[in-house]
């Protein structure tokens, strides 16, 4: 027990050590080259962000709700195993339903149409 103890407090001071000189260093001659943007050569003129389509972003969101509500399923055939499958069946067809609803109402709302 002395040993792994010893062990952990040796490598965390080490690597604390290692962190406080990678950060210590490079302040001490700063370098306007290394300071300084690369792109190809050249200055940046705009900015380097692209405007994101807000349509991708929904759709992703969407397929993330969807996935999750679909995993909350993969666990049904060992609940069938219980004392009650009855109820179960009962949680299952609720989120079924519940997954059912919620793609009805992104479909009337327009959230899964791509062209406007």
Not at 47 to 69: G, K, M, N, W
Not at 83 to 92: C, M, N, R, Y
Request: net charge negative.
């Amino acid at each position: 027990m002395n040993l792994i103890f010893s062990s952990a407090v040796t490598t965390a001071l080490v690597s604390l050590i290692l962190a406080f000189i990678a950060f210590w260093l490079p302040t001490l001659n700063p370098d306007n080259e290394k300071l300084s943007p690369y792109e190809c050569g050249f200055d940046p003129l705009g900015t380097a962000r692209l405007p994101f389509s807000l349509r991708f972003f929904l759709v992703a969101i969407l397929f993330l709700l969807f996935d999750l509500e679909i995993a909350l399923l993969l666990p049904l055939p060992w609940g069938n195993q219980l004392f009650t499958p009855l109820s179960t069946l009962l949680w299952a067809s609720t989120i079924l339903i519940l997954l059912t609803l919620g793609l009805i109402y992104e479909w009337f709302q327009g959230g899964l149409e791509w062209a406007e």
